[in-house]
Nanobody, 119 residues
Framework: QVQLVESGGGLVQAGGSLRLSCAAS????????MGWYRQAPGKQRELVAT???????NYADSVKGRFTISRDNAKNTVYLQMSSLKPEDTAVYYC?????????????WGQGTQVTVSS
């Protein structure tokens, strides 16, 4: 079994910062792309940022210049550094990872962590 466990969410004032972490554990052969998505109340889940195994990154336009995604392959962990937070960043944030288990790749999701930005 493979698990993704997120941490680092919470309540922060507008303009503040938070760092989310997501650690993968279990029967992992290798991890390809990793990413963060978010879902606000009444809205669809949307992409926030992704990072490939060779550290190529991609960001949603709404977070460019404010959020930074990174990964530590030795720890099977992906991070999301969020700065200059806005109330519209309030959402449940989910990490995902494309993980090779034995010979097949599967996409796994974390359970989500709440980020609330007050104005």
């Amino acid at each position: 079994q493979v698990q993704l466990v997120e941490s680092g969410g919470g309540l922060v004032q507008a303009g503040g910062s938070l760092r989310l972490s997501c650690a993968a554990s279990g029967s992992i052969f290798s991890i390809n792309a990793m990413g963060w998505y978010r879902q606000a109340p009444g809205k669809q889940r949307e992409l926030v940022a992704t990072i490939t195994s060779d550290d190529s990154t991609n960001y949603a336009d709404s977070v460019k210049g404010r959020f930074t995604i990174s990964r530590d392959n030795a720890k099977n962990t992906v991070y999301l550094q969020m700065s200059s937070l806005k109330p519209e960043d309030t959402a449940v944030y989910y990490c995902n990872a494309d993980i090779v288990v034995v010979v097949y790749e599967y996409r796994y999701w974390g359970q989500g962590t709440q980020v609330t930005v007050s104005s």
